[in-house]
């Protein structure tokens, strides 16, 4: 079945680790979200891309990078993670102007 | 700047009891208005778009509308697996960005044997 796959779907790391989350997909969309999701709260974009290229949200912090090497992949970068980035990381594809199909999400904890 | 609404925050029905949620919304011009259904722990699960005003769309327990201001989602007769927390997003007409949505809090709906 074609889907939005992401890994890991927990990772735990230190105050201050980089880490990076992956996405992939196999709808071959163009499109590509990345999103963040506290408890209790609606999903926050922090960029996407329409093929190669990117856009960043205003009120996404310096932290928060992203890359997407070709179609079917793209990598949430967070360089130095503080208590405040724990959340769930979702990631969504989807033809242009079309619906969004999302990835079960990674849940990010900062210890 | 976009704004979604949605209410009530929580809703807790009895199975069988039908009901509706809303969502309102505030948007220079609306290309597509948007249903999720978000389990506990997974990523949201798409239901519907919505175009245009006088719009609907039914799957199965569900049915949304659309008018110039807000959407409905009703559902009838529900059963406990149609617990879940709904999110409503719109996206806008022009712009930079590619397909944008922005998501309202949404409504968690509890259905009770």
């Known amino acids: 079945d074609a889907m939005v796959i992401q890994n890991p779907r927990y990772q735990v790391t230190q105050f201050g680790k980089p880490v990076t989350l992956s996405c992939s997909q196999t709808?071959?969309?163009?499109?590509m979200y990345w999103y963040q999701q506290k408890s209790s709260q609606a999903p926050k974009l922090l960029f996407h891309?329409?093929?190669?290229?990117?856009?960043n949200e205003a009120d996404t912090p310096d932290n928060f990078q992203s890359r997407r090497p070709n179609t079917s992949f793209c990598f949430l970068d967070i360089r130095s993670p503080g208590l405040g980035d724990a959340a769930m990381y979702l990631c969504a594809t989807s033809r242009l102007f079309n619906e969004q199909f999302f990835g079960p999400g990674t849940r990010l904890t900062v210890l | 700047e976009d704004q979604v609404t949605q209410s009530p925050e929580a809703l807790r029905l009895q199975e069988g009891e039908s009901s509706s949620l809303n969502c309102s919304y505030t948007v220079s011009g609306l290309r597509g208005l948007f249903w999720y259904r978000q389990d506990p722990g997974k990523g949201p699960e798409f239901l519907f778009t919505l175009y245009s005003a006088g719009e609907e769309k039914e799957k199965e327990r569900l049915k949304a509308t659309l008018t110039k201001k807000e959407s409905f989602l009703h559902i009838t007769a529900p059963k406990p697996e149609d617990s879940a927390t709904y999110l409503c997003?719109?996206?806008?007409?022009?712009?930079?960005?590619?397909?944008?949505?922005?998501f309202g809090q949404g409504t968690i709906l509890t259905v009770h044997p």
């Open positions: 891309y329409y093929d190669k290229d990117f856009n």
């Open positions: 709808l071959n969309h163009n499109v």
């Open positions: 997003a719109v996206q806008e007409v022009g712009g930079t960005s590619y397909g944008k949505l922005t």
